[in-house]
């Protein structure tokens, strides 16, 4: 079983930092892409940053964070950042933490999501 445990959020003032952590634990062969997505009561879950290729790839953000968010991975430590800059009220929403990865070799692609983390900006 995989468990993605979530850290960092809080409330914190506009124009503030914040930092975010997820760290994967169990029997993981192997962990393709890890990435960040957000949502606020009554909408859909969106994307808000990802690490594709084993976290050598290019990141993709939203556009509505790109220059303010940035994403990055240990893959030692099966553990995915994102350090979230010039925060905005309109960035308000849970933060989840995601992970395309296997279980063993030629498993079929499974997604985990970790519990999610309160991220609240005031203006």
């Known amino acids: 079983q995989v468990h993605l445990v979530e850290s960092g959020g809080g409330l914190v003032q506009a124009g503030g930092s914040l930092r975010l952590s997820c760290a994967a634990s169990?029997?993981?062969?192997?962990?393709?892409?890890m990435g960040w997505y957000r949502q606020t009561p009554g909408k859909q879950r969106e994307l808000v940053a990802v690490?594709?290729?084993?976290?050598?790839?290019?990141?993709n953000y939203a556009d509505s964070v790109k220059g303010r968010f940035t994403i990055s991975r240990d893959n030692a430590k099966n553990t995915v950042y994102l350090q979230l800059n010039s925060l905005k009220p309109e960035d308000t929403a849970v933060y989840y933490c995601?992970?395309?990865?296997?279980?063993?070799?030629?498993?079929?692609?499974?997604?985990?999501w970790g519990q999610g983390t309160q991220v609240t900006v005031s203006s």
């Open positions: 169990g029997n993981i062969f192997t962990i393709n892409a």
């Open positions: 995601n992970a395309e990865l296997q279980l063993f070799p030629r498993d079929s692609i499974r997604f985990s």
């Open positions: 690490l594709t290729s084993g976290g050598v790839g290019r990141p």
